[in-house]
């Protein structure tokens, strides 16, 4: 019988069975960096069974986010002093991205040389998910966002991100469709090569040929000299094309043919140059309707709608708004050297209940023209633009809870203003806000609000 990697036939020592019996996961490597032993729970952690990974370079079983940048194992191996609890995150086999904590070092023999490594890890997944609850709060890159939908999407997208499928991402005008594309950039195999962004619907037709192929010396008038195309700049990482569905039809056939064959000509050249970069587009419109009025190409449309992500807007999502005031606060004050503590509650309250036809990106203006009319430490409703305070002044009768702490006090507000809104529809109120309507009447219940008795469905119902 063959002896199991990693594992002594007969009976096993007590190291073998201490290492066998914990929870955490444990690996040795050798001087070749390939892994000499690996634990039970190093199977469960990664995914991957011990024969598999017995004999590997570790980087090729352990796929954390420091391998290739800031290796603790290396970092150990070549300072001889050990790392203990440093965060960090694996891909594990089905994709999935778990943060651990690492601790590692050197392993010796019995005479006292140094033989190799070993690292163990913790799998933080538990942590992480009631750390997330009690903050109730999701972060992915650069996005942050307490709403259930963006969870849906934030939970999905690293086994996107682990795949090399074309993505098309819907979404508002303002809604972070290039940050949502970083993100599986970054999340992915390719996050060491380049990230490339072009907005489509930003350039003239002949101008976006000649940005995304490249061309030859000579190609034209002016062409001097030969220039790489995103497509070349991007070569073995990501190119994003924003606004895909303002493409012409002569340039959509273009594009499906370096999607379908991975190869194009440049501009002035008859020769084909193979690509290796994964796509990822981005559009405002619905591109079904756009494929019924024959204004985009079906056979391109499903090419690109490999996997689709809708990004909400920001009405159907108001919850995220204090997370986002105090991401943006915080930003704003390391760019202009401010100390802003934040907004009043007043403001907090106005701002939750405007509808952002502009999503993110017009909040984000909001809260900048605020830092340069604020004087002062917080932001009040005066340093809103015209159009919200002509909006404050306009609600100033309505009801405001102001015995509440100001985040309570801003929830409130959001509630009543989408229940008079949807004129007393509860359903459509908790809609409105992107919540469930069990939440939306704990919410009511917690806050001790008054919703009218007429419910706007044409019957009298209390709640």
Known sequence: MKKPAGRNMG????????????????FTVDGEWRVTSFNRAAEEITGIPRDEAVGRRCCEVFRASMCETDCALRRTMDSGRPIVNKSAFIVDAN?????????????????????????????????EELRREIEQRYEMGDMVSRSASMRKLFDILPQVAASDATVVIEGETGTGKELLARALHNLGPRASRPF?????????DTLLESELFGYKAGAFTGAEKDKPGRFALAGGGTLFLDEIGDV????????????QEKCYEPLGSSQSVATDVRVVTATN???AELVKAKAFRQDLYYRINVVRLELPPLRKRKEDIPLLVERFVRRFNQTQGRNVSGVSPETLALLMAHDYPGNIRELENIIEHAFVLCPDAVIGPGCLPETLAA??????????????????????????????????????????????????????????????LQDGRGSLSGQ
Request: charged share 20%; net charge positive.
């Open 11 to 26: 009976v096993p020592d007590a190291t073998e069975i201490i290492l066998e019996s914990i929870s955490d996961g444990v």
């Open 95 to 127: 994709g999935r991205r778990i943060p651990i904590s690492v601790s590692t070092a050197l392993l010796r023999d019995a005479a006292g040389k140094i033989v190799g490594g070993v690292e163990t890890f913790r799998d933080l997944s538990l942590v």
């Open 196 to 204: 490339v962004a072009i907005n489509c619907g930003a350039l003239p």
């Open 248 to 259: 012409s039809p002569a340039l959509q056939a273009r594009l499906l043919r370096v999607l």
């Open 285 to 287: 419109k619905n591109l």
């Open 391 to 452: 909006k404050h002044a306009a609600k100033a009768s309505f009801p405001s809870p102001v015995a509440m702490p100001p985040l309570k006090a801003a929830e409130a507000r959001a509630i009543m203003e989408a229940v008079e809104q949807s004129r007393g529809n509860r359903i459509e109120a908790a809609r409105l806000l992107g919540m469930h309507k069990s939440t939306f009447f704990r919410k009511v219940r917690a806050l001790g609000l008054s919703l009218p």
